[in-house]
């Protein structure tokens, strides 16, 4: 509400001192009571003296007319606010009564003033006008087909700005001849294409956009004139329905290419095993009708609905950082969303609270709903609480366009209405086309079993072309024959194209492709995983980066425990011998000066969970940041850290899609334990583990999950390896739980070190963080590698009886009883690498003890942990039992008295 809405009851009182107000100084008012007082002499009209001041009772019946001027603004100022509730966004059927109180008798008006002039006209800039001028202003910009929702936002500049494209355009607009057949075209496209398929492929799922088509003519006008406003690349996000059609219509891929996938043929060069054909994605250049070139992509996108959309975010922030140096004016995220979708995924809500975080923002995102008012099966009335589907854009102050997807021209204004918001404000804003869906949720499925009244008023409801031709010849815009050659030609096209895959001409296969940098990186081969590539740096290179690691600037007062760690960091240097956080540091450092970007992200990871890492440091008394890594050397990049929001499945999504778009960037996702890591199951199954089988993508991303048992609970013990280690094939991912700082150093080099792209999942430490036994000499971190596995060299191979196979934090617990009862007939083998698994190497440690019996030991329960994905990797032959806790449905005792006992009688067995 703006700073004068508290008058709108018309206090003549307050519009006395108002209006003295602006005598003083017009600016100190606010524009629209700057109309009106120009408009109308308030002081002429209803002061009984010559000095000024307010004399009301002296002036009864001029009281009684401001008192109607004021009633008029407040109606004014109710459709500003309410109109949208009486909008008529529905094309084929009523509207629920949302009770918008606009009535003139809500305003102490009548029929009797229609035709009395009112000032208050101003307020809309209309002049003095009658108040049936006034009314029918209203209803057409507010009430007419398209719904404004916008009167909750806080700031003023920006709630002035859509007030006034608002009543001056939208009275105003008219598209040219030139732009009407723009529409039309898209709009026959679209038709043609979904109409064509349908006869073509009787039955065969297209999830079409029959009854939302004009979905194209918006994408349309939203890309061309997001282009004309300096924007070169646009990522699109968006679930099944209607994808086909944006594919062919939007994103310019070729007929034939997408009759092929109908066909059933596979592609020649297809990696993987692929995917059903609406979930692909796809790159392209598109040439507006002004002749302006904009790079598109469309993100390819698992069944998962919303899933994708921190993936775009992700992949656009990654190109604004590094393809147009921050400027977000130049990169556009677009989102598609279903009216079921946006209300009830909770990962829009989360993706939503991203858009105003420094670490997340993207300069605004446009979301385009296709709103079928019905979701798979289910009525709207059951799918969500709030009135719209799109209510969540108000958490941030977005801009809301309802708007009935059987009027284009409406649909088209608000798309260039959208795309000018956002690059006026770099701020999210929503469209919500209420259209409908003529089939059932796929083509084979039948809607009338549950929504028989809608669908009987769907059935013979034209479509929006024919509706919009229609238009255009009653108008005289266009004539008859336009249209049927547009057809016409449309589908001739459409059957050339189909007949060269009858004749078997198989077009050209066109992945999806990211940046010309992928396209220097290739596929990973199974040899690739036998040996490690080297990683080491130069002493000179440790040197530096460990003095800026151990110093402050000057000025900058540190707490007094920051001081010791600045302290400690200085002696692990001095002495030789790092631990865990001050190699992943020097891991980081070392890439930056390398010119190679790092990122980081997740809840606290800035100080850590544990508070080992402290990246960012804080004065004491002025709280202004220091990131010790970003002052190595002049030429350096510079490491990006950020605490997330309380979100894992977004944070996550949108870190996959950061690494999508760089693979020169070491990129990193730290769950704050690595049990809540399930909270982002869905972009783990659907995305990471899975996307260059389906889609051929790569990816770099890092997940580093805290793992191992130590007391703290069912939720603050175990990430869950087991998971991963299921999704784990194909080399696909890699999957580790390190015991030593030099092979964290070594596992975060070796994902820009390679020439491919690998997601790492890594079993991070706790405890270990500060175990006196963690630590690394200097020398690793110079001529070393990544070491998959390590042996054992306090035991005498002679003597050795049996041998302890284990992976991560357990071998401490082993190693402790071993030193303490000074046991030289057990070996302990660490296998570093879960996945791809080292087989070679683990049996080569075993092949040093003939002899031996083979354990493999594990602190997680029977059930969960590695057992079960080490007999399937290296088989049951070796290994003569398991050590582990008992099978559980919970990953751990809440009780730390249990935990003790538990872990003591699990180290008593390995070594019984």
């Known amino acids: 509400m703006d700073q004068f809405s508290y008058i709108a009851n018309a206090d003549t009182a307050a519009i006395s001192d108002l209006y003295e107000s602006y005598l003083q100084d017009p600016n100190s008012v606010d524009i629209s009571w700057q109309n009106f007082f120009k408009g109308f002499d308030f002081h002429a009209a209803w002061s009984g003296s010559s000095n000024g001041q307010t004399n009301v009772a002296s002036a009864p019946a001029d009281s009684s007319m401001i008192q109607k001027e004021m009633a008029v603004i407040s109606l004014i100022k109710a459709f500003r606010s309410r109109g949208h509730l009486m909008a008529k966004t529905n094309p084929i059927r009523e509207r629920k009564n949302r009770q918008p109180r606009l009535d003139l008798k809500d305003y102490a008006l009548s029929d009797a003033d229609l035709d009395t002039k009112f000032q208050a006209g101003n307020f809309l800039g209309i002049g003095a006008v009658s108040l049936r001028t006034i009314l029918e202003s209203l209803n057409k910009i507010y009430a007419g087909s398209v719904g404004f929702e916008y009167a909750y936002i806080r700031e003023p500049e920006v709630k002035e700005w859509l007030r006034a494209k608002i009543e001056k355009e939208a009275l105003a607009f008219n598209p040219s001849i030139d732009e009407k057949k ?8 679209a038709v043609v294409f979904e109409n064509f398929l349908g006869t073509k492929y009787l039955g065969q799922k297209r999830f079409g956009l029959e009854g939302g088509e004009s979905t194209i003519p918006a994408l349309d006008a939203i890309i061309n ?21 944006v594919l062919a219509n939007i994103m310019h891929k070729s007929y034939d290419a997408i009759f092929d996938g109908f066909e059933g043929n596979l592609p020649d060069q297809i990696h993987g095993d692929g995917d059903v054909k609406y979930h692909l994605g796809y790159s392209s250049k598109h040439i507006t009708p002004s002749g302006v070139e904009i790079s598109l992509k469309l993100a390819p996108n698992p069944s998962h609905l919303e899933a994708v959309n921190p993936l775009v975010e992700g992949f656009c922030r990654a190109r604004a950082d590094v393809h147009y140096e921050g400027d977000y004016d130049r990169i556009l995220p677009i989102l598609i969303h279903g009216d079921a979708a946006v209300a009830g995924q909770g990962i829009v809500y989360e993706v939503t609270q991203m858009a105003k975080l420094k670490g997340y923002e993207v300069g605004g995102t446009i979301h385009f709903v296709i709103n079928n008012q019905v979701g798979f099966t289910t009525d709207f009335e059951d799918a969500r609480s709030s009135i719209y589907c799109t209510d969540v854009a108000k958490i941030i102050d977005a801009p809301v366009f309802h708007v009935n997807g059987d009027d284009p021209e409406a649909v088209v204004f608000v798309s260039k209405m959208a795309a000018e918001f956002r690059q006026q404000f770099n701020r999210d804003v929503f469209i919500d086309m209420v259209c409908y869906r003529r089939n059932g949720h796929n083509e084979s499925d039948e809607p009338r079993f549950t929504q028989p009244t809608l669908y009987a008023n769907i059935t013979n409801h034209l479509n929006p072309r024919e509706l919009y031709n229609q238009k255009l010849i009653a108008r ?29 001409i198989r077009p050209e296969y066109h992945p999806l492709k990211l940046d010309n940098r992928w396209a220097e990186l290739r596929y990973a081969e199974s040899v690739d995983f036998e040996n490690s590539p080297k990683t080491g740096i130069s002493k000179e290179t440790i040197d530096k980066i460990a003095a800026s690691l151990s110093k402050l600037p000057e000025g900058f007062t540190a707490l007094k425990q920051i001081e010791k760690v600045l302290s400690d960091r200085k002696a692990y240097f001095d002495n030789g011998a790092l631990n865990w956080a001050t190699a992943e540091a020097l891991a980081y450092g070392s890439l930056l000066v390398e010119g190679k970007s790092v990122r980081v992200s997740g809840q606290d990871v800035q100080r850590g969970t544990f508070s080992h890492r402290h990246a960012v440091l804080h004065d004491a008394n002025t709280n202004e940041s220091y990131i010790s890594l970003n002052h190595i050397q002049p030429d350096q990049e510079f490491l990006q850290i950020y605490n997330s929001l309380l979100s894992e499945y977004a944070v996550l999504g949108f870190e996959f899609g950061y690494a ?16 809540f890591a399930n909270g982002a199951q869905t972009m783990i199954d659907q ?21 191992g048992y130590e007391g703290q609970g069912p939720e603050h013990s175990n990430a869950r390896p087991e998971r991963f280690l299921q999704l784990a094939a194909e080399e696909n991912i890699m999957v580790t739980n390190l015991t030593t700082p030099a092979n964290i150093f070594h596992a975060l080099r070796r994902q820009l070190a390679w020439n491919f792209r690998k997601p790492l999942v890594t079993m991070s430490p706790k405890s270990l963080f500060r175990h006196p036994k963690v630590m690394s000499p200097i020398s690793e971190f110079i001529d070393g590698s990544f070491q998959e596995v390590y042996g054992d060299n306090f035991v005498d191979a002679k003597k050795v009886k049996k041998v302890l196979l284990c992976t991560g934090k357990v071998y401490f617990d082993l190693l402790e009883r071993q030193e303490k009862e000074n046991r030289t007939d057990v070996a302990i083998v660490r296998v570093e690498q879960l996945h791809p698994f080292p087989a070679t190497k683990v049996q080569a440690e075993l092949d040093k003890y003939p002899k031996a019996k083979v354990l493999w030991v594990q602190e997680e329960p029977e059930n969960m942990g590695y057992w079960s994905f080490v007999i399937r990797e290296f088989g049951w032959k070796p290994f003569d039992s398991l050590v582990a806790r008992k099978k559980s449905a919970s990953p751990a005792t809440g009780f730390l008295k249990v935990h003790n006992i538990e872990q003591a009688e699990l180290v008593d067995r390995a070594f019984a």
């Open 476 to 504: 005289g815009d266009i004539d008859a024959k336009l249209a049927a050659e547009m057809d016409t030609e449309f589908k001739a096209e459409l059957q050339a194209r189909l007949d060269l895959i009858k004749q078997k």
């Open 660 to 675: 999508l778009a760089h693979p020169d960037a070491l990129v990193i996702w730290e769950a704050q334990f690595g049990d």
């Open 225 to 245: 004139r997001s282009a004309e406003l300096g924007v070169q690349e646009a990522m699109i996000g968006m679930a099944h329905r209607g994808r086909l059609n």
């Open 182 to 189: 723009q529409i039309l075209e898209k709009l026959n496209e």
């Open 687 to 707: 995305f990471i583990s899975s996307q260059e089988s389906k889609w051929g993508t790569m990816n770099g991303l890092v997940m580093q999950l805290p793992h």
